[in-house]
């Protein structure tokens, strides 16, 4: 009898050690993991539910985006210096302004700081004569009449033969893309 219930508790001890504890480390591994899989299941299913506001505040962004790349001069048989000119040229006519161009030439193109170099910034050197008030009304116009163009580099050089106008010479420089291919592809569309 006594090697029976040696036996039977040996029985036992095996049966737990070798059955029934696996199955209830494998009981609590999947567990653990059910909890996990059932977490990431409804984080899925909270972003599938804000998919139409997603959708929404992207078309948003998209269409604010196609708003301001309005803004952002695109070459004119290859070249950026016509449509600046014509816009210069007409900055200087509104509200009959006694501004005389007399040249508009190319400066530079610089390139804007930072990994993702997806500006540049076009510069075209403007030689005109003005008085400082007309002076003023001309650069207020070029600045609205683009959101991304700068006035600077400002020499001012008086003329002897008429003190109310001056001889003056500014670069304005417009923002352009550095590659036109690289537009986001809903640009890229939307000019087709």
Sequence with gaps: MVLGAIVGCGAVFAVIYFVISPVLSSWKANVSQTKEIHAELDDIREVIRSRPDIIQQIDGVQET?????KHISLPQLGNYLLEMEE????CSSIDDMDVEINDIMDNDVLTLPGKENTF??????VTAI???????KFFDHIETSCSYVSVSGLTILPSQEDPEHHHISFIVGWLIWSDLEKRPAFLLEANE
């Design 130 to 136: 003005a008085g400082l008030h007309d002076l003023v």
């Design 65 to 69: 985006i196609k708003q301001l790349s």
């Design 120 to 125: 540049k910034v076009y510069r075209v050197r």
């Design 87 to 90: 816009t210069i040229r007409v």
